[in-house]
């Protein structure tokens, strides 16, 4: 199979998709198509020139269905015990968590979870895209599930939402409560916090200003992304859309 459809202004050498998404450098991806390791809508494809619209591409390598995309943007399930790191420390790293084309691109997480946080995290390479969720103008909303040591009172959660001053190696953050969208308790008596900050464990922190600790933390949404029911601990799943998904203005 030469080429899926008649070649446009738009569409890319099958070597050059390859590279884009990740399977390794370009002699590497052509002595993938050249060993028959390639297949595009169930044909194998031995030529790396062929050109093929990208909209909508999906190919296999090596037996495994891969979808094009021009930037990664990956929802992943992070577990206990992994550091959001690309140079890990003490614990594995959470791209260990993701398949070798996706570590190639070099995704990297957008903020940070603690190693034994639980819960949402989303992973990028787009840096605009990075930027963009650093930036404070947009005020994305992180809700988290914490197990506290103690029982929560309704002067706890009001002195959450009214806002806590935490000790601060910033001089500008010094004098400046950090303060919860909402704090109520869950039916199994879990702490539910949604913040629009992103202070060093901030969550933690805050708890411990009321006089508790926490003792387990689950991030359980990301703007308007809740973590599904269905994706398991480790597990990883594509979003589409970018900022407009993460705000609720698209699709996943």
């Not at 030529?47 to 619209?53: I, K, T």
């Not at 933390?217 to 594509?238: I, K, N, S, T, V």
Request: hydrophobic residues 35%.
């Amino acid at each position: 199979m030469s080429s899926r459809r008649r070649a446009s202004p738009t569409a890319l050498p099958l070597a050059q998709i390859l590279f884009s998404q990740g399977f390794g450098t370009r002699r590497h991806c052509a002595a993938l198509i050249d060993h028959g390791l390639v297949r595009v809508e169930g044909q194998t494809v031995d030529d790396g020139d062929a050109l093929f619209e990208t909209a909508g591409l999906q190919f296999e390598v090596q037996g495994k269905t891969w979808p094009f995309h021009e930037q990664a943007l990956i929802l992943l399930n992070k577990p206990a015990g992994y550091e959001c790191s690309r140079k890990p420390r003490h614990h594995p790293g959470v791209l260990s968590l993701l398949p070798e084309p996706l570590r190639q691109r070099e995704v990297q997480p957008v903020g940070r979870l603690d190693e034994d946080t639980t819960g949402l995290l989303l992973l990028t390479d787009d840096g605009q895209l990075l930027h963009q969720l650093a930036s404070p103008k947009h005020h994305v909303p992180k809700v988290y599930h914490a197990r506290c040591k103690h029982p929560l009172t309704e002067n706890d959660l009001q002195a959450l939402r009214d806002g806590v001053l935490l000790h601060e190696d910033d001089p500008r953050l010094a004098d400046k409560p950090a303060r919860a969208e909402a704090a109520e308790l869950l039916p199994d008596g879990q702490l539910q916090l949604t913040l629009t900050e992103g202070r060093y464990h901030q969550v933690k922190r805050m708890v411990a200003a009321v006089g508790n600790r926490v003792e387990a933390l689950h991030r359980a949404a990301y703007g308007a992304l809740w973590l599904p029911e269905d994706l398991a601990p480790g597990q990883w799943r594509w979003l589409e859309g970018g900022l407009a998904t993460i705000k609720g203005e698209g699709k996943t």
